[in-house]
């Protein structure tokens, strides 16, 4: 191969399941000129991270797989040198594809106890059967980001906890179970997105540690994964002026993180891949096309993730990078696509298990549910139904959701829900709701992400407020648990269950842990201040 065509290799656009017969035609010729070495697939333009602000209607097709699927066939034709096919499946395809197995946030996984570590491990092995099956073999997962801010706007949910140790092991089961069914892993935000308050797809977080201070905490997990060999990791947009003379040089752009901090001290021999340089913290920076994705290069990334500028930037790495700079890249490039047998063989393989999926969804729910504050649910919950006195409300769920439905099928149980659309009922459910000896409020978060109070409406959040402080109540919570510490009078709840996901599987369990009193294993695997 020539050195352009080399270079070619390490960019990887963006391509979009949901896109026209022309963006797809672009795509191919882009493919056959440019010798691209790989693609990166998202749902649709609406739904990239960086349009969120403008609103764009998402549009749902139940569809999305089977187009995936001929999408990465009919793609792979036009490459002379198999595509490395990625896409951001942190839980699953369902993160970016309808009507696929979906899996529990990192988050979730991290309230298991470290001696059900086999679990994360089978969650990384399921999902990657799952992205073999569509013809995907590398997943950009899982993050190995530290999350001790609460107010993060973009990691959060997505991070394993607050733990060094317990992120570092079960990011390392995660990817040892990709591994393991032959796909490829990522480790993600280097040199760590976890304590910024700033979604770096929008603008740039600037981590304020010293390097002693990152050495002993946020790097740990990364520090963790070079030991374990780990595929590849990813660069955040993020600055850490201590490593760039107190500049506020994204760690993307950054040789002093990328060729000083993470290989020459630290190490590292894999793949190293930019976030995606469409974000707005680092497109903005370069108005000259091909100079943003030259100075990733030159900073050290070999894979250019979300490239927009294609053409543009391989001239630019021709015209200014060393042939052996450009081979080093060439080759751990492809040693990856060798490692998952890329180019030999790049047909999909086997087909989504969604019992599988239920099956894992239904031990990850048992182990992970967490009781915080527990003043005998059950038996408060068991007499009030022989008294007749027992209410449920679901909010943001029917009334009628798997986990009431549950509980109504052994106690003697009315049920109530609300949401935005019936809000005018608030004070007249709650007058209803005053008339029972003890209330199960099981809150179903619209949003996984904090803000806006994870979208909870204003009115909803003060009747939460109100039956916690006038009357019996136990709180379940299902979602992000940094939502809890947006509740008012918490403290005033005779009982607080965090379950964190909606699925079937985590309803049900819920509410039988509740009608068998049964044991329980999770723990928060964050700290919330209302404790």
């Known amino acids: 191969m020539t050195l352009q065509e080399k270079i070619g290799q390490f960019f990887f656009p963006a391509v979009f399941i949901n896109d026209t017969e022309e963006n797809i035609q672009e795509m191919e010729q882009m493919i056959k000129a440019q010798h691209i070495g790989g693609l990166t697939f998202f749902h649709s333009r609406a739904s990239a991270a960086t349009n969120y602000e403008s609103k764009k209607k998402i549009v749902i097709n139940d569809a999305s797989y089977l187009r995936l699927k001929e999408l990465i066939a009919r793609y792979q034709k036009s490459a002379s040198i198999p595509l490395l096919i990625s896409i951001d499946a942190e839980w699953g395809l369902a993160m970016r594809v309808e009507k696929t197995p979906q899996y529990p946030y990192a988050i979730t996984l991290g309230a298991l106890p470290e001696n059900k570590a086999a679990l994360v491990y089978t969650v990384g092995k399921h999902i990657a059967s799952d992205l073999l099956s569509a013809g995907i073999h590398y997943n950009l997962a899982p993050l190995a980001d530290i999350n001790n801010n609460p107010n993060n706007p973009v990691i959060g949910y997505r991070s394993f906890g607050e733990s060094k140790e317990k992120i570092a092991h079960f990011a390392l089961e995660y990817a040892r179970g990709m591994n393991d069914a032959g796909v490829l892993s990522c480790l993600k935000h280097f040199p760590g997105h976890g304590n910024t308050s700033i979604d770096s797809h929008l603008d740039l977080p600037v981590l304020n540690e010293t390097l002693d201070e990152l ?54 021999e894999g793949l190293v891949i930019s976030d995606a340089l469409n974000m707005h913290s680092v497109s903005k920076l370069y108005p000259v096309k091909g100079q943003l994705e030259w100075e990733a290069f030159n900073a050290g990334n070999d894979v250019l993730c979300f490239a927009e500028n294609v053409a543009e930037g391989i001239e630019a790495i021709l015209k200014n990078a060393t042939p052996e700079r450009i081979d080093a890249s060439f080759n751990r490039l492809m040693a990856c696509k060798e490692k998952v047998g890329l180019l030999k063989n790049h047909q999909a393989i086997g087909k989504l298990n969604f019992d599988a999926a239920v099956q894992l969804n239904t031990e990850l729910a048992k182990y992970s549910l967490t009781i915080i504050k527990d003043n005998d649910n059950s038996k408060a919950v068991q007499e009030a139904s022989i008294n007749n006195k027992l209410a449920c409300i679901s909010l943001y769920k029917p009334a009628n959701c798997s986990f009431s439905n549950t509980l109504s099928s052994h106690l003697n149980l009315t049920n109530y829900s609300l949401n935005d659309e019936n809000i005018q009922e608030t004070e007249n459910i709650f007058e209803a709701l005053s008339q029972y000896e003890t209330i199960i409020i099981a809150l179903f978060l619209p949003k996984a992400k904090p803000a806006n109070n994870f979208d909870i409406h204003p009115e909803i959040l003060a009747l939460v407020s109100k039956i916690l402080l006038e009357e019996k109540s136990i709180l379940y919570s299902f979602g992000n648990p940094y939502a809890l510490q947006h509740i008012p009078n918490l403290n005033a709840a005779s009982g607080i269950v965090q379950v964190y996901q909606d699925f079937e599987e985590f309803q049900k369990n819920a509410a039988d842990q509740l009608l068998n009193n049964s044991l329980t294993y999770g723990t928060l695997p964050v700290a919330v201040s209302f404790l």
């Open 215 to 268: 050495l002993e905490n946020e790097l740990y997990p990364f520090i963790e994964g070079i030991k374990n060999n780990i595929d590849s990791i990813m660069i955040g947009h993020l600055a850490v002026p201590a490593l760039n003379d107190g500049k506020n040089t994204s760690a993307t752009l950054s040789k002093n993180v990328i060729e000083g901090l993470l290989r020459k001290r630290l190490g590292y």
